[in-house]
């Protein structure tokens, strides 16, 4: 498979190398300074996983600050632009996420986008909306064209991205319509290929379902670090 990856953080970086050991990918990003360490084989990023396969394994990946060139030609384009959180605006920012939608809009309306950024619940079902167009057929009918947009939630750690994408917990695709069902599936099936785990359960459902599972577990992980650092002050306190 083709599959650009657009964004080089954990998220990016680690699917893409993840990716590049059975797959051609091109990770994508606007930083010279990264794209050229990648290409070098050198992790701009820490996690030791992440170093140790750039540097030892025969990955099929580069590095590109030419976005329209690495969507042109991709039959997955994987999304992990950074949307930061504004706690005084209560939203996430998903300006960098719509950008790459344009771009790939652009030069390859026909790649399948896998939204891997942490966005609002029902974010995904909204932006196939908003970019949606209209075309002339051959008969000469216009029909109104929904982008194949998919969402593939990941739950990573710092410094850990790599190696809980090689033993995943599951793989989980949301995907709304029955069109998008063979790619939903096809994605599912090259991350399980990658992994070393064997046999990791694979979860297929709604996006906006998807996106639930994602902010919901995100939520439990920080209540569960607040408890324990709770725990911690009482025990340094007695």
Do not use: C, W
């Not at 084989?41 to 030791?48: A, L, N, T």
């Not at 994987?78 to 030069?107: C, G, Q, R, S």
């Not at 939204?115 to 051959?138: D, L, M, W």
């Amino acid at each position: 498979m083709k599959i650009a990856v657009a964004g080089t953080g954990y998220v990016g970086l680690s699917i893409a190398t993840l990716l590049a050991q059975k797959n051609q990918v091109v990770a994508v990003d606007v930083i010279p300074e990264k794209v050229e360490k990648i290409n070098k084989k050198i992790s701009p990023i820490q996690d030791e996983y992440i170093e140790k396969y750039l540097a030892e394994k025969p990955l099929n990946l580069v590095a590109t600050l030419d976005g329209k060139a690495a969507y042109k030609d991709a039959d997955f384009v994987v999304i992990a632009a950074p949307t930061n959180y504004d706690p005084k605006k209560n939203f996430f920012d998903t300006t960098h996420v719509e950008e790459v939608i344009e771009l790939v809009l652009e030069v390859n309306p026909n790649a399948v986008m896998v939204i891997k950024s942490t966005v609002p619940v029902g974010y995904t079902a909204n932006v196939r909306e908003k970019f949606s167009y209209r075309e002339r057929q051959a008969d000469g009918k216009m029909k109104v064209v929904v982008p194949n947009i998919i969402f593939a939630p990941e739950f990573l750690r710092e410094s850990k991205a790599l190696y809980d994408n090689l033993y995943p917990s599951r793989i989980i695709v949301g995907f709304d319509d029955p069109t998008l069902e063979e790619a939903a599936h096809t994605f599912a099936k090259i991350i399980a290929e990658g992994a070393i785990k064997e046999d990791v359960p694979v979860l297929f459902m709604g996006s906006t379902e998807a996106e639930a599972v994602k902010l919901f577990a995100n939520t439990y992980l920080a209540l569960r670090v607040s408890y324990f650092n709770e725990l911690d002050t009482y025990a340094e306190m007695k």
